[in-house]
């Protein structure tokens, strides 16, 4: 599948638009996220926001799985990609929430350029530009500039906390989950209409998260879930609607405008996009390594797309 820019090479503005929405939406997610913290475990969160939100889609494009559907000659290929971008990245991220905060998870998320050019490189032998590979530099250094809190010292005796590991284990598995989608050879019944598309990563995923919340429950029995809690009530209806199928509706159509690697530079909008929401929800006061940090990602973003 060919990635579709301008003659001029500049990212076409309904890329710019969709691929900024998905951040913002991811936003809010990780703020919601920690708010929930609390009330439900984060696998099953995990869970009952992709169960819910195949049950609202599937109204939408239910013959995308019936039995006739040309999608199960690819079964294999969509557990795979169900399993990376539903099964594991939002889990892997509601678990780092248990541990750190909204800003300092999607800061570390930051660092997707570099996961995505590494995976490109090995798996699909994408090449590696200077402007890529130095926008690269400047979201890494915003990474490392938060985690070190801008201290030198700090970064000498640097230990990663459980949460940034995990969310470091979601980046991962989600530059994997945009290669997926950009090269395939699905048919074009299924490749070309993003709902089918994500349809079938929703089947796939819930499969995949009954999978993980059963052992969350396994070897945790004693956990609970607050669901007569308004807070909890409200806060699944947002990632229902919001993270899970608009985020992801417009992630993939952008994906398929300006390709993985672009495309991974546009995350690092998420973290600005958390303190906002960060300070006027959960009360977390930006600190003034955070600015700096979100310079550096800017910057790595507009130097990537420079040709």
């Given at each position: ?167 470091l284990a979601a980046t991962a ?11 395939t050879r699905e048919p074009i ?53 919001g993270p899970a199928l608009l ?61």
């Amino acid at each position: 599948m060919s990635v579709s820019t301008t003659p001029a090479g500049r990212i076409p503005l309904t890329a710019i638009f969709l691929l900024t929405l998905a951040p913002m939406m991811w936003a809010g997610n990780a703020v919601v996220g920690r708010l929930l913290a609390d009330l439900i475990p984060p696998v099953t969160l995990n869970l009952v926001r992709w169960s819910l939100a195949l049950l609202v889609f599937l109204p939408f494009s239910w013959r995308t799985i019936a039995p006739d559907s040309p999608l199960w000659a690819h079964w294999k290929r969509y557990a795979i990609v169900g399993l990376l971008g539903i099964g594991c990245y939002n889990m892997f991220q509601y678990m780092a929430l248990h541990t750190s905060t909204p800003v300092n998870v999607t800061l570390v998320a930051a660092s997707m350029p570099l996961w995505m050019m590494l995976i490109g490189r090995l798996a699909y032998k994408a090449p590696v530009t200077l402007p890529k590979l130095a926008g690269a530099g400047l979201s890494l250094a915003g990474v490392l500039f938060v985690l070190s809190r801008g201290s030198l010292a700090n970064l000498l005796q640097l230990q990663l906390v459980v949460g940034d590991l995990y969310m470091l284990a979601a980046t991962a598995c989600w530059s994997m989950y945009s290669w997926m989608l950009l090269y395939t050879r699905e048919p074009i019944e299924i490749r070309s209409d993003w709902k089918s598309m994500l349809m079938a990563q929703l089947f796939f995923g819930v499969l995949w998260s009954i999978f993980f919340t059963g052992l969350e429950w396994a070897v945790m029995p004693d956990l609970h879930v607050d669901w007569n809690n308004p807070t909890l009530i409200g806060g699944l209806a947002f990632v229902v609607l919001g993270p899970a199928l608009l985020a992801y509706a417009c992630w993939g159509i952008g994906i398929q405008h300006v390709g993985p690697t672009i495309g991974g530079f546009f995350t690092n909008l998420t973290p600005l996009f958390a303190a906002v929401l960060s300070v006027l929800l959960l009360g977390d006061m930006p600190a003034w390594y955070h600015g700096v940090a979100f310079l550096l990602i800017v910057g790595g973003i507009v130097v990537s797309s420079r040709r």
